[in-house]
């Protein structure tokens, strides 16, 4: 950097965003202890490695917080709440919902197309009486998929181009592809 170094933008940032991960790249190790000055995350040498980029950004994604994303709903006169990453698909029979979660089924009055628009964008209708979390579909077969459980859920034809391609967009971003 010509007219100012890392270092001082980092403690610029730090005045308008403690929270903010920094990471230097550099290629003296010497400037290193600085950076605890600003609370850096890391140092990354010069040429940078692939594994220590890996390495990096994981333990950026380890510090954050977790947020879990409820809903509230009644069941058999009692209110629940449930953690929309425990729950693994939604079957319809009649007006009740049997919701499958990772601690078991809660039964609600609803209809399916009731219980999806309170559910997060991560579900989807696979069949005209299911409703899976996309996070937890481990595969896709012909005619089914299979969840984080081992549980089998219909897939209808119609909705079969849909689910694949949910499917796919979900779980791209969870792989790092090596050059």
Known sequence: MNET?????????RQTDKDLTIVFATAYAEY??????VQA???LLKPIELDKVKRVLKRHLDRQPTII???????QGEVVKL????????EVNRR?????????????????KELSEELSDNFIQTHRSYLVNVSHMNRL?????????GVVVP????????????FVTHNKGAVFYDD
């Open 83 to 90: 953690a929309l990453d425990d729950i693994l698909y939604v």
């Open 96 to 112: 009740e919902c049997e919701i499958h979660t990772l601690n078991g089924p809660v039964t609600v009055s609803r209809t399916l």
């Open 32 to 37: 290193a202890v600085q950076g605890y000055d």
């Open 155 to 166: 897939v209808s034809r119609r909705l079969v181009k849909q689910v694949q391609e949910r």
């Open 5 to 13: 170094d890392g270092l001082e933008v980092a403690k610029k940032i």
């Open 141 to 149: 077969l012909k005619t089914d998929i299979e969840l984080s459980n």
């Open 41 to 43: 995350l890391d140092y």
């Open 69 to 75: 994303e409820k809903v509230t709903l009644e069941s």
